[in-house]
């Protein structure tokens, strides 16, 4: 899909938000990083692929940022460290090469996740919080977006991944200033380098590809926050964490008080990560949750636009059993791949699964089938009617589903092993919706 019609749904949906009106959401397709074909599935041969997607009605590409990484440049292990990363891991120049042929071909979108910058040296506490931001976009235009810039691919949106959880001291991320440099920054400071983190990175990209446009997407990790008395995933009866609504209302106050120069920064979208495994675990904690997200995001922008809703349609890693038993991966984020060459056929078979009623209904998820009918159940219970959309009605009337912009599949963890098999699937999917 072109600009174009991005432009288009993102009017409809500001009427929508204005009069309730409904406006189905568009569907934006990332491979898996981890996948067998991470780098095949953009090869000239599925340019057919491809050009299917985008005919059942795909909007765009979404691209996680290690699809682009040669180096680990987190700075986990010690200051300033940049750990080589296993070759088959990240996409070649030949690679986006192809990927530009496929963008070209079709019209799809590109957004890419960014936010991994957030971490490592970028973490400097003697500096100002806006300079704080303004290197680590640096850094990250450096490093990755140029390459997908080099290689005549224009980016339409940047979705900006756990961008304050990256950089408060009591973070659970694993690329943060926590986990990397051993600080962290108060809701206010972290606020004011994440809006220029993404004042930056908008502008030098919007630059370097002669003016066009780019949406800037903030993605919340949702179960990684404290939600009033909801407690962060994992937390338990733990000591209390940062509130969502305390970093809202911080990067709310630093929007308002409109001291960075230049153009305001609008935020187009916020991307939500809530694996549909934990929605299904505590259905009551996913409605707090993101009622508290709509109701927190209201004035987030300066132009008094409340911002539409994205959901990452995906689940927990269902790994099969198989995988141990053939032993561990040289390179632990080349989960199907041994030595060489990949998990033998019989494992690989398992791992994709079978599409039956006895897989279905085993209550074991250990397959990609598994995976696949999660992501479609999620997108299902966001419908109109649909158990999920029930929940998220406001005593207002107002229903947040209808304010859904996209529904991303994409996955973070092991699933799928084959991009290609959960295209086919998605593009059958589309279809039968349209």
């Given at each position: 899909m072109t600009l174009l019609?991005?432009?288009?749904?993102?009017?409809?949906?500001?009427?929508?938000?204005?009069?309730?009106?409904?406006?189905?959401?568009?569907?934006?397709?990332?491979?898996?990083?981890?996948?067998?074909?991470?780098?095949?599935?953009?090869?000239?041969?599925?340019?057919?692929?491809?050009q299917e997607l985008d005919r059942a009605g795909a909007e765009g590409i979404v691209l996680n940022a290690s699809l682009l990484m040669a180096y680990d440049f987190r700075g986990l292990t010690r200051r300033g460290a940049e750990?080589?990363?296993?070759?088959?891991s990240y996409l070649t120049d030949a690679d986006l090469a192809s990927l530009a042929q496929i963008v070209s071909r079709t019209g799809l979108d590109v957004t890419y996740v960014a936010g991994i910058a957030l971490s490592g040296d970028r973490c400097d506490p003697s500096l100002d919080p806006a300079e704080v931001g303004r290197a680590a976009a640096g850094f990250e235009v450096d490093r990755n977006v140029t390459r997908l810039l080099e290689a005549g691919i224009p980016?339409?949106?940047?979705?900006?991944?756990?961008?304050m959880l990256r950089l408060l001291p009591d973070s659970g991320k694993a690329a943060s200033c926590k986990a990397s440099a051993g600080i962290g920054f108060d809701p206010m400071t972290?606020?004011?380098?994440?809006?220029?983190?993404?004042?930056?990175?908008?502008?030098?990209?919007?630059?370097?590809?002669?003016?066009?446009?780019?949406?800037?997407?903030?993605?919340?990790?949702?179960?990684?926050?404290?939600?009033?008395?909801?407690?962060r995933l994992g937390n338990g009866r733990g000591a209390p964490t940062t509130d969502l609504s305390q970093v809202f209302e911080a990067f709310t106050r630093v929007q308002a008080e409109g001291r960075s120069p230049g153009r305001p920064l609008e935020i187009s979208e916020i991307v939500i990560d809530y694996p549909y495994a934990y929605v299904r675990q505590n259905p009551g904690h996913f409605s707090a949750r993101l009622r508290t997200l709509w109701n927190v995001?209201?004035?987030?922008?300066?132009?008094?636009?409340?911002?539409?809703?994205?959901i990452i349609v995906n689940s927990r890693s269902y790994a099969n059993?198989?995988?141990?038993?053939?032993?561990?991966?040289?390179?632990?984020?080349?989960?199907?791949?041994?030595?060489?060459?990949?998990?033998?056929?019989?494992?690989?078979?398992?791992?994709?699964?079978?599409?039956?009623?006895?897989?279905?209904?085993d209550g074991v998820f250990d397959n990609d089938t598994d995976y696949l009918r999660d992501?479609?159940?999620?997108?299902?219970?966001?419908?109109?009617?649909?158990?999920?959309?029930?929940?998220?009605?406001?005593?207002?009337?107002?229903?947040?589903?209808?304010?859904?912009?996209?529904?991303?599949?994409?996955?973070?963890g092991v699933n799928p092993l084959s991009n290609a098999w959960?295209?086919?699937?998605?593009?059958?999917r589309l279809e039968d919706v349209r």
């Open positions: 019609r991005t432009t288009l749904l993102t009017a409809l949906l500001s009427l929508a938000l204005g009069a309730g009106a409904e406006a189905a959401p568009e569907a934006i397709y990332g491979p898996g990083p981890r996948a067998l074909d991470n780098r095949e599935i953009f090869a000239a041969a599925n340019l057919p692929l491809w750990i080589p990363r296993p070759e088959g980016i339409s949106a940047i979705n900006v991944d756990g961008p972290a606020a004011e380098a994440v809006q220029a983190y993404m004042i930056e990175l908008r502008d030098r990209i919007e630059a370097a590809q002669g003016g066009r446009p780019v949406e800037m997407r903030w993605l919340v990790n949702l179960p990684n926050w404290q939600v009033g008395r909801v407690p995001s209201r004035d987030l922008n300066p132009s008094g636009r409340q911002p539409p809703l994205g059993p198989c995988l141990k038993r053939e032993g561990q991966p040289d390179a632990a984020f080349l989960t199907f791949r041994r030595g060489q060459g990949a998990i033998s056929a019989a494992c690989q078979r398992a791992q994709i699964g079978e599409d039956t009623r006895a897989n279905a209904e992501s479609f159940a999620y997108a299902d219970g966001l419908k109109p009617g649909g158990e999920l959309a029930k929940q998220l009605v406001l005593r207002d009337g107002t229903r947040i589903a209808d304010h859904i912009a996209h529904l991303y599949y994409q996955s973070w959960y295209m086919e699937r998605l593009i059958e």
